[in-house]
């Protein structure tokens, strides 16, 4: 299959390409060139397959015209090697748990998954180190630093906002070493996300070093995020649930999650609809409500995740519904909450359904419960387990939150980082710098 960029001004590419290269030449994000249906058949027996079964029916429709079918299966059962249950928190309400993976993140997913892409292509090729650049408001850093750790071939650079992620979260990518660093920036994620959009322009840059990104910008790092949608529509159809009017709400911050669900949905999957639920930097709310996209700068919330003033895959999402306002509106809804209202859902979660949530969970929770009709049946994203957030679930909550041993031991790892402003041309400096040992 090709992929196109949503510029529309760049050569189509083969998946390997678009894999390889991140970003379009013409700075757009690369889409599928059709988005092909899965078999209605596939439906009436999902509910009997296992999460693997599931995911590889996808991949393989999705990738299966690029990647050979033992090597495609191998990856998908290498990636998926964790749980991922639905669990029922109170009425018609369920919670698909996300964070069973190595890093307790849903990040995991994708980044996995792209790792052993990347990984499969640099075998079968040879090619040269290729640098992977990442910007992370928390959990893609660790998911990806952890995917791609002593991948052969690959380098990962993961930027950082300085004192803007939780500790546990930042001792996640921070304390690996080997192939991985981490570089605390002086500025907001979106800083970050800047400094590695800007690295990708510069073609000085790109003469000198193969570069490609991690973030949600990347096909390989989104598009396998769809596998859990089918799979909680799957454990629904196994509890006899009602199939017909099932809401997605998620928790949305660089909306690479919510748009392949939207995809999945597209390939056939019988979701209703889909609710973006926002903290304080609610951009995408206000578009849906204007018709005006208006990014600005992020805010800092206890949902830090989520604070994404410029969503980059909101082309993805124009793309996808050809740039129609009424299109997008009508099969997503939005809302936004303070971090007030964030605390009330996580507190009162707690105590009334003795359910954790963590604080972006909680966005996604409330949209559920001011939102869901009676006849419908609702499942929030629980993206990272409430124990990445322990102070500020702990101070919410007036309970001590376990922290679980995968999370234990990776901070009792020593921190190494690599302290840089947010000027672009420190970080090329760094970057051939490194490239040049």
Not at 123 to 132: D, Q
Not at 138 to 156: E, H, I, Y
Not at 233 to 246: E, S, T
Not at 368 to 385: C, N, Q, R, S, Y
């Amino acid at each position: 299959m090709q992929y196109y960029s949503t510029n529309g001004n760049a050569p189509h590419a083969t998946l390997e390409e678009a894999v390889v290269k991140g970003l379009a030449s013409d700075k757009g994000l690369y889409m599928p060139e059709t988005i092909p249906s899965i078999p209605k058949a596939f439906f009436n027996h999902i509910g009997e397959m296992s999460l693997q079964d599931i995911a590889y029916v996808v991949a393989n429709t999705l990738f299966g015209q690029d990647i050979e079918s033992d090597t495609l299966k191998e990856i998908v059962n290498d990636t998926l090697n964790f749980d991922i249950p639905l669990k029922h928190v109170a009425g018609n309400r369920y919670s698909l748990e996300l964070f069973h993976g190595p890093t307790l993140a849903f990040k995991d997913v994708g980044a996995r998954f792209m790792a052993r892409l990347l990984g499969h292509f640099n075998r079968k090729k040879g090619k040269l180190t290729v640098n992977v650049l990442v910007a992370t408001s928390g959990d893609t850093g660790s998911a990806v630093a952890n995917g791609f750790l002593n991948v052969p071939g690959v380098r990962v650079f993961v930027l950082y906002p300085k004192g803007k992620v939780s500790r546990i979260q930042e001792s996640q990518f921070t304390t690996l070493g080997a192939n991985i660093t981490a570089i605390e920036v002086n500025g907001t994620f979106d800083d970050c996300q800047a400094l590695v959009k800007a690295a990708f322009m510069d073609t000085d840059l790109n003469e000198k070093m193969q570069l490609t990104s991690a973030n949600s910008i990347n096909v390989a790092r989104f598009l396998p995020q769809m596998f859990y949608y089918f799979h909680a529509y799957a454990q629904l159809a196994r509890m006899g649930k009602p199939l017909d009017k099932i809401v997605m709400a998620v928790p949305s911050g660089n909306f690479g999650n919510i748009t392949a669900g939207l995809i999945g949905k597209r390939m056939g999957l019988p979701i209703s609809r889909f609710i973006a639920a926002n903290n304080r930097n609610d951009i995408f709310y206000q578009y849906l409500q204007t018709g005006v996209y208006s990014p600005r700068p992020s805010i800092a919330t206890i949902a830090n995740a989520m604070d994404v003033g410029d969503p980059s895959n909101f082309a993805r999402i124009l793309d996808l519904y050809d740039n129609s306002h009424d299109a997008i509106a009508e099969k997503i809804s939005g809302c936004t909450y303070t971090d007030e209202q964030i605390a009330e859902t996580l507190r009162d979660t707690y105590r009334n359904e003795h359910y954790l949530l963590d604080p972006h969970g909680a966005v996604a929770y409330r949209s559920l419960l001011e939102g869901l009709k009676p006849d419908e049946i609702g499942v929030f994203l629980e993206t990272a387990h409430p124990a990445k957030f322990k102070e500020t679930v702990e101070g919410i909550i007036g309970d001590t939150v376990k922290i679980p041993s995968k999370l234990a031991a990776f901070m009792k790892g020593e921190k190494k980082t690599v302290p840089l402003n947010k000027q672009f041309p420190a970080f090329k400096k760094y970057l051939l710098s490194v490239d040049a040992r």
